[in-house]
């Protein structure tokens, strides 16, 4: 379980979206739920993502078709943080499922924050992709504390990882 400071965060809720991500999800929620006391999945998978997601119970699912005249990605996030703000969620931490939230990243998170995290993402193996340290870099909102606001926004998700061996200076 997480070991961040329950008197001052009542509840951390994790928000992933997958689709199809039976090899990837073992290593994206395994960390965060290291880092979180629920966690809201929106899944639209046809493999076994939520076979291996309903084993967790403090994972919250909720099922659609992959229909991109239903929901676009953006609604989708919204949604997670909706559903996440019903359970009793207070801090978000956002990653979609073939992310992998280092250690340094879990470890940070867990000290506690009520500013938005931002890190750089890099490539490490096929399609997966870690958080590096960097946490005040913005590249990519990772965790807030809830405002009200959709951190989302118009913001593309995947287009702002930077791959190993390219750096961006500010």
Partial sequence: FPSHDKACYSM???LMITYNEEHFI???LSQLLRVCDQVVVVDASSDGTLKYLEQFPNVFIFREQWCSCKFT???????????????GGTHF????????????LVDYLNQGFD???YCRWYHIN???????NNYTDEIQGVAFKDDGIDYHGCELVHEDKIPVGIVTGK
């Fill in 73 to 87: 990605y953006r609604e989708r996030r919204q949604l997670a943080l909706n559903i996440g703000r019903q359970l």
């Fill in 126 to 132: 096929g399609d997966l992709w870690t958080a590096k």
């Fill in 26 to 28: 073992k290593y994206s």
């Fill in 93 to 104: 931490v956002v990653i979609d499922a073939d992310e992998v939230m280092s250690e340094e």
């Fill in 12 to 14: 951390i809720v994790g």
């Fill in 115 to 117: 500013e938005p995290i």
